[in-house]
């Protein structure tokens, strides 16, 4: 999975540069529908389009049927079934077709979500801020059999972000805990370590805004997919490692955030694919 990740993380870095000068809000929006309208071509050539448009020419006539007959309660039963069986066979010939679509659309949101879905940790500057509560908490998880080594933790916190909490361990759930503040705006390394086990986690506070920001670093390899803009924690004792970053502020989009991204991401794609129904001549 990070072979996969990082290729497409390089292959979006190419690919986004010139979206990336309409800013972030047309960004989003040009991004989604280009994916949308390349998911509806695919669509149309690995579903069955003949069976599709048949099924509801069947649901029309038979909607026709209940008309025509409304008086005759049996013809109208009878339609009425009809039409039943058939918006399940029109499901069926549409969903089965949308289930490999499934995959390419979680990276392509993966990768939209950690470019526009969080902003900086904030700075805090002044000495008299550097107080607990003021800053951003680090949540260090250990997996189950290496849970009691949670007391050998080490966190290590380059020049530009200080801590102002103790290293807060609980072995019982190999759980660890720290605030940081960064007084300076970086993208600074975070480096942890048990025994022989080091890894390092990003942060980017300030005015240094990444290309791609995520708060998580996680083991599964199905997570990681969410996650893609840093490898993943397997091979260590480490199960998770996050903070929480502010929301995006997506400026006249309705929307704002990682959730905010992925609806606009919905709602953009489908709203151009469906533009273009007719003048691709697909069935949907």
Same mark, same amino acid.
């Given at each position: ?5 990082? /290729? ?7 690919? @986004? ?12 929006? @040009? ?11 695919? !669509? ?34 009878? /339609?009425?079934?009809?039409? @039943? ?12 077709? !949308? *289930?490999?679509?499934?995959?390419? #659309?979680? #990276?392509v949101v993966a990768q939209m979500v950690v470019r526009h879905g969080f ?34 933790? &080490?966190? *290590? @916190? ?9 290293? +807060? $361990? ?8 720290? =605030? +940081? ?5 970086? &993208? #600074?390394?975070?480096?942890?370590? +048990?025994?022989?086990? =080091? ?16 708060? =998580? $670093? ?6 990681a997919a969410l996650w893609p803009a840093e490898d993943t924690l397997a091979?260590?004792? #480490?199960?998770? *490692? &996050? ?30 694919g469906f533009a273009l129904l007719k003048p691709l001549g697909i069935q949907?």
């Open positions: 999975m990070n072979a996969v990740n990082s /290729a497409l993380t390089k292959l979006f870095d190419i690919l @986004l540069v010139p979206f990336e000068w309409l800013g972030a809000e047309l960004s989003l929006i @040009l991004v989604s529908g280009v994916f949308g309208i390349l998911a509806l071509i695919v !669509f149309k050539y690995i579903s069955w389009q003949k069976g599709i448009k048949q099924t509801k020419d069947k649901i029309k006539g038979h909607m026709i049927e209940i008309r025509l007959y409304q008086d005759d309660l049996g013809i109208v039963s009878k /339609a009425i079934g009809k039409v @039943l069986l058939r918006n399940f066979q029109y499901l069926g010939l549409n969903f089965l077709p !949308f *289930v490999p679509l499934a995959i390419p #659309f979680v #990276f902003e900086p940790a904030p700075v805090h500057e002044a000495p008299t801020e550097l107080l607990a509560g003021t800053g951003t908490t680090l949540r260090i998880e250990l997996t189950e059999e290496h849970r009691q080594d949670v007391a050998r933790l &080490a966190v *290590v @916190l380059p020049d530009g972000l200080t801590a102002v909490s103790p290293l +807060v $361990r609980v072995p019982s759930k190999g759980l660890a805990f720290q =605030e +940081v503040v960064p007084t300076r705006s970086g &993208a #600074f390394e975070i480096s942890l370590s +048990v025994d022989d086990s =080091e890894l390092s986690k990003k942060l980017f506070a300030g005015e240094e805004r990444g290309r791609t920001m995520q708060p =998580e $670093r996680v083991k599964s390899p199905l997570l091979g260590s004792p #480490f199960q998770h *490692v &996050a903070f929480v970053y502010p929301e995006s502020d997506l400026g006249w989009l309705p929307f704002s955030g990682p959730m905010g991204v992925i609806l606009i991401f919905v709602i953009a794609s489908m709203a151009f949907i």
